[in-house]
């Protein structure tokens, strides 16, 4: 099942509409979230019981308008819709956990994210252990390409299986990147690199996570490409070109941010297309 989380902005129609259209692809149900989080308005000693039932009421509007839309997007799709109440980033972690991935749109009305990156798709994206995937509001034609970030560290092979199967369903070429940087002592005048071995040795880590996908996926045209830049840099410059972009996130930490990496976290700042942030 996917999971799409709405608030009524405009960012949030796209996930409806993205979400749909990847539980057409995959053959899963659609379920529609709506969080009423009352919290900041009871501020005083007598919270309105008024305004509460406002709140449900729009929630419920706004639930509505968008199973209408997910439906009008994919008839086929089975659709579900239900309201919770609670704390947004909470509620939406605990229901990724009966998800295959949960979508979220990049700009909300205050009820998901404030910012590009904000509090709650920070902590769904750094809590979550299904992918989490971020949408921008703006319609992108259709580029017939997904990218996915590599490394040498087996924590992307989680991002590098949920980009080949998306790349498959959608009949895509999948890029897979991988930008390297020098470590800071190799600028030292007394360490000499081989820089043609260094080459050789970032296309092995490539070729190798290639290797173990080739069998599954026969069909997916793959491109190998290796830069030598910021991780970050590298990967957002692909938006352009990308209908979607998929980053591990094995960090470490026991708060969202960090849990979330900051490969991961730097490319939702920065990336114009949505985002896939595949957690090990």
């Not at 509505?64 to 239900?82: D, G, N």
């Not at 005048?189 to 080739?214: C, G, N, S, W």
């Amino acid at each position: 099942m996917i999971i799409v989380g709405v608030d009524g902005s405009m960012a949030s129609r796209a996930a409806v509409e993205w979400a749909a259209n990847d539980a057409f692809r995959m053959r899963v149900p659609l379920r529609i979230v709506h969080v009423v989080d009352r919290s900041p308005y009871q501020i005083g000693r007598y919270p309105s019981i008024d305004l509460a039932d406002t709140l449900r009421e729009e929630g419920t509007k706004v639930l509505r308008e968008a199973e209408e839309l997910a439906r009008e997007r994919q008839p086929e799709v089975e659709v579900l819709a239900q309201i919770e109440e609670g704390p947004t980033a909470a509620v939406l972690r605990e229901q990724a956990k009966d998800a295959t991935e949960i979508v979220l749109g990049s700009r909300g009305l205050g009820g998901f994210t404030g910012a590009l990156l904000g509090s709650v798709s920070t902590h769904v994206a750094g809590h979550a252990h299904c992918p989490v995937v971020v949408v921008r509001g703006e319609r992108r034609p259709v580029q017939g390409e997904v990218v996915v970030g590599v490394d040498d560290s087996p924590e992307c092979e989680p991002a590098l299986a949920y980009a080949f199967e998306q790349a498959s369903l959608r009949g895509s070429t999948l890029r897979m990147l991988y930008a390297w940087q020098l470590p800071v002592h190799a600028f030292a005048p007394e360490i000499v690199y081989d820089m043609d071995e260094v080459r050789a040795a970032q296309r092995r880590v490539v070729h190798d996570r290639l290797t173990a996908f080739a069998e599954k996926y026969p069909q997916v045209k793959v491109v190998e490409d290796i830069q030598s830049g910021h991780p970050v840099d590298a990967l957002t410059a692909t938006c352009d070109k990308a209908d979607l972009l998929v980053v591990g996130s094995h960090g470490r930490g026991t708060m969202g941010s960090l849990l979330l990496g900051s490969v991961s976290r730097g490319v939702l700042h920065h990336a114009r297309c949505p985002v896939a942030v595949v957690r090990t």
